[in-house]
Nanobody, 115 residues
Framework: QVQLVESGGGLVQAGGSLRLSCVASGIIFSANAMGWYRQAPGNQRELVAAITSGGSTIYADSVKGRFTISRDNAKNTVHLQMNSLKPEDTGVYFC?????????WGQGTQVTVSS
């Protein structure tokens, strides 16, 4: 079965950085687009970033220039480098496959940015 396991969340001060990782199993990773969604308290889940099998990327306007999504096909891993973090980036971050139909979700990792 498909498993997506996130890691790397935590508590950081505003302006700091975190790097999230997601290891995928049960899929042909190199052939799949991957995405990161987040859910802030009281809000719906929203797409943060996505990367195609070919390496093309898209970002939410709110994170452009601060976040970078990348993939390592040799390790079946997708990363989300988050820089210049803001309190409004606080939420649970989920690894998702595929980012369009959102069929599979990881368990989520908490990111908390203090002001």
């Amino acid at each position: 079965q498909v498993q997506l396991v996130e890691s790397g969340g935590g508590l950081v001060q505003a302006g700091g950085s975190l790097r999230l990782s997601c290891v995928a199993s049960g899929i042909i990773f190199s052939a799949n687009a991957m995405g990161w969604y987040r859910q802030a308290p009281g809000n719906q889940r929203e797409l943060v970033a996505a990367i195609t099998s070919g390496g093309s990327t898209i970002y939410a306007d709110s994170v452009k220039g601060r976040f970078t999504i990348s993939r390592d096909n040799a390790k079946n891993t997708v990363h989300l480098q988050m820089n210049s973090l803001k309190p409004e980036d606080t939420g649970v971050y989920f690894c998702v496959n595929p980012p369009t139909s959102r069929r599979y979700w990881g368990q989520g990792t908490q990111v908390t940015v203090s002001s």
